[in-house]
């Protein structure tokens, strides 16, 4: 069965940073791209980026709204993504959710989700 | 980037109805566009990919169709399960990656 489980979030200050993982379970973890999706209160979702599979480079892309603060990785020997968040503003409030992404390259859906994470910037 | 509008944002039906969400791309997208549905506090779930192909285990009244820009999601006998809100989402420009704004399916 694949699992995605989210950890790390919490409340942190603006302009902290935040690590979250992705612990997967269930499937061949280095095959995969694997993909950060966010979830403001009340609000729709928001893609944030992804890491590709070592079998394309093993390269990330993110939303204009992170790049230059967000960092994603992978360690394939663990089966875990990783999303580092830093500068943290208020706006990056939200739940985070981890992604298995179906498809090739970047060109991916998720089709596995994790429960989510909330990360609350807040002073 | 390509923008991803979905209409209605919301609606009300009842059980037993018919129910169309329509999910317009900023440009074509040639079919790679997958439909979400997302429950209260919960992670969203795939229901449909590449347009129109039925995840597993995803019930035979959801179904998609569409081509270009224009793209639809329809549940043929709404549920009271179905409920939820209803996400598309583009992957055939990235990045970035993009979704509909939702469409919130309400009880009548």
């Known amino acids: 069965e694949v699992q995605l489980v989210e950890s790390g979030g919490g409340l942190v200050q603006p302009g902290r940073s935040l690590r979250l993982s992705c612990t997967a379970s269930?499937?061949?973890?280095?095959?995969?791209?694997m993909s950060w999706v966010r979830q403001a209160p009340g609000k729709g979702l928001e893609w944030v980026g992804f890491?590709?599979?070592?079998?394309?480079?093993?390269?990330?892309e993110y939303a204009a709204s992170v790049k230059g603060r967000f960092t994603i990785s992978r360690d394939d020997s663990k089966s875990i993504a990783y999303l580092q968040m830093n500068s943290l503003k208020t706006e990056d409030t939200a739940v985070y959710y981890c992604?298995?992404?179906?498809?090739?390259?970047?060109?991916?859906?998720?089709?596995?989700w994790g429960q989510g994470t909330l990360v609350t910037v807040s002073s | 980037d390509i923008q991803m509008t979905q209409s209605p944002s919301s609606l009300s039906a009842s059980v037993g109805d018919r129910v169309t969400i329509t999910c317009r791309a900023s440009?074509?997208?040639?079919?790679?566009l997958a439909w979400y549905q997302q429950k209260p506090g919960k992670a969203p779930k795939l229901l449909l990919y590449?347009?129109?192909r039925l995840e597993s285990g995803v019930p035979s009244r959801f179904s998609g169709s569409g081509s270009g820009t224009d793209y639809t999601l329809t549940i043929s006998s709404l549920q009271p399960e179905d409920f939820a809100t209803y996400y598309c989402?583009?992957?055939?420009?990235?990045?970035?990656?993009?979704f509909g704004g939702g469409t919130k399916v309400e009880i009548k």
């Open positions: 590449a347009a129109s």
């Open positions: 269930g499937f061949t973890f280095g095959d995969y791209a």
């Open positions: 989402q583009q992957y055939y420009s990235t990045p970035p990656l993009t």
């Open positions: 890491i590709r599979s070592k079998a394309y480079g093993g390269t990330t």
């Open positions: 992604t298995r992404g179906r498809g090739y390259s970047g060109y991916v859906y998720g089709d596995y």
């Open positions: 440009q074509g997208i040639s079919n790679s």
